[in-house]
């Protein structure tokens, strides 16, 4: 049974614009931690950004000022939108609930450790 569902990647050229979104059934999104993780090829999945269920960020340095993480308490959703994309940027996007971005964010979390499909991002002229 899926149970984060993202949407939004795509193909966008340098300096565009993407919004990834990961919607999450109730019982996994209240109260939870959310993140976006993104992992390229041979490489470990790493935290782009994360949110607490009362509004806490934190974003991985090189997307800060560009990426913002948001939640939608009413739709049971966290978004990522990226602004000012670069060809680093490309990657697979994973969205996560639970424990590892608990930890990632310095928090703690009873909650099971749940992932979504991955969606593509790829910048490119």
């Known amino acids: 049974q899926v149970q984060l569902v993202e949407s939004g990647g795509g193909l966008v050229q340098p300096g565009g614009s993407l919004r990834l979104s990961c919607a999450a059934s109730r019982s996994i999104f209240t109260d939870n931690y959310m993140g976006w993780y993104r992992q390229a090829p041979g490489k470990e999945r790493e935290l782009v950004a994360g949110?607490?269920?009362?509004?806490?960020?934190k974003y991985a340095d090189s997307v800060k000022g560009r990426f913002t993480i948001s939640r939608d308490n009413t739709k049971n959703t966290v978004l990522l939108q990226m602004n000012n994309l670069k060809p680093e940027d490309t990657d697979v996007y994973y969205c996560?609930?639970?424990?590892?971005?608990?930890?990632?964010?310095?928090?703690?979390?009873?909650?099971?450790?749940?992932w979504g499909q991955g969606t593509q991002v790829t910048v490119s002229s």
């Open positions: 949110i607490a269920s009362g509004g806490r960020t």
């Open positions: 996560n609930a639970g424990s590892t971005t608990a930890w990632a964010m310095g928090g703690f979390s009873m909650s099971l450790d749940y």
